[in-house]
């Protein structure tokens, strides 16, 4: 036996899929857009290791250099430091400046010279904002729910030339 459907019952199921669609449809587009928000997040993190390692490493290499007898800690040239932090974020909407501090810290002591070593450890703070309608909610760690902190920290020995 064939059955017959009416014109009425055609538009209720068509009725019932615009539905189900408008249900998942924001379901799936959170899940899209989350996915892509934390491709975003990965490279801005990567980016932002660099930068630090970078820093790190002229920190390193600029540090005063000190003489055997005294053994004074050394002295970091913040300045080169944060140049290259800023070339690598340039200062642009709605992207805010990235923080930096460096700070020397002690480490071992050189037995052949009686002065201990020193390594730079800097940490460069950046607040990213969620550029992907809702993925607020899920990634960010703010209390605004529009942006998410990355914090980036690197320890290099600071290079110092043998005066004995």
Not at 69 to 76: A, D, L
Request: include cysteine; proline fraction near 10%; charged fraction near 20%.
């Amino acid at each position: 036996m064939i059955r017959q459907t009416s014109q009425r019952g055609r538009k209720r199921s068509r009725g019932q899929v615009l539905v189900e669609v408008l249900l998942m449809l924001p379901v799936f587009l959170l899940l899209i857009f989350t996915v892509m928000e934390t491709g975003h997040l990965a490279f801005r993190t990567i980016l932002l290791h660099h930068a630090a390692y970078e820093a790190a490493r002229i920190g390193s290499l600029t540090a005063s250099a000190y003489a055997a007898p005294g053994c004074p800690p050394p002295v970091i040239n913040a300045s080169k430091m944060s140049k290259i932090v800023n070339a690598m974020f340039p200062p642009r909407a709605p992207y805010p400046s990235p923080q930096l501090s460096a700070v020397p810290e002690r480490t071992l002591t050189d037995p052949q010279e009686g002065c201990p070593n020193y390594d730079v450890k800097v940490t460069v703070v950046h607040r990213i904002p969620m550029i992907f309608p809702m993925t607020g909610f899920i990634l960010s760690n703010t209390r605004d729910r529009q942006y998410r902190t990355l914090v980036a920290e690197v320890r290099m020995p600071i290079e110092r030339p043998l005066f004995k």
